[in-house]
């Protein structure tokens, strides 16, 4: 069973580095992820290794406040150009999208003031390695 936390994002755009400077930011809607892919490379970053849970087994879902957003999102945009990598670091669309709506909810205000680019992966996960739990 997956244990879902709602939390309070400090703030909901990251300077993207490493091996993703070809984006100016990264955006999760999310922390953790409920299918536990056998292969995803987020398991073995700082936020899947010391959580006490397995990866797979738990969801930090970011509490969506639209006009904390508008303002971070308005200061990247006049800052420059802004492109975005969503979901870097989980998946933007597992099971507790459905409930909570916050990738649906970020989409909707950016859509308002599009970035110059934006990667959205695909849901798309092969079944023996990835499954919800």
């Not at 459905?98 to 950016?110: D, K, P, Q, S, V």
């Not at 599009?114 to 079944?127: D, H, S, V, Y």
């Amino acid at each position: 069973m997956t244990v879902t936390r709602l939390t309070k994002p400090a703030k909901w755009l990251n300077q993207a580095g490493g091996y993703l400077t070809v984006y100016s930011h990264t955006l999760n809607p999310y922390s953790g992820c409920s299918f536990g892919c056998t292969y995803c490379y987020v398991r073995r970053l700082p936020v899947g290794l010391f959580r006490r849970a397995e990866w797979g087994d738990w969801v930090d879902v970011k509490s969506f406040d639209p006009g904390a957003f508008d303002r971070e999102w308005s200061r990247a945009l006049n800052a420059g150009e802004v492109t975005v990598f969503m979901a870097s670091a989980t998946d933007p669309y597992q099971p507790a999208e459905y409930r909570h709506g916050i990738t649906r909810g970020l989409l909707e205000r950016m859509a308002e003031r599009p970035p110059a680019f934006l990667l959205l992966p695909a849901a798309i996960r092969p079944a023996p390695v990835c499954r919800p739990r």
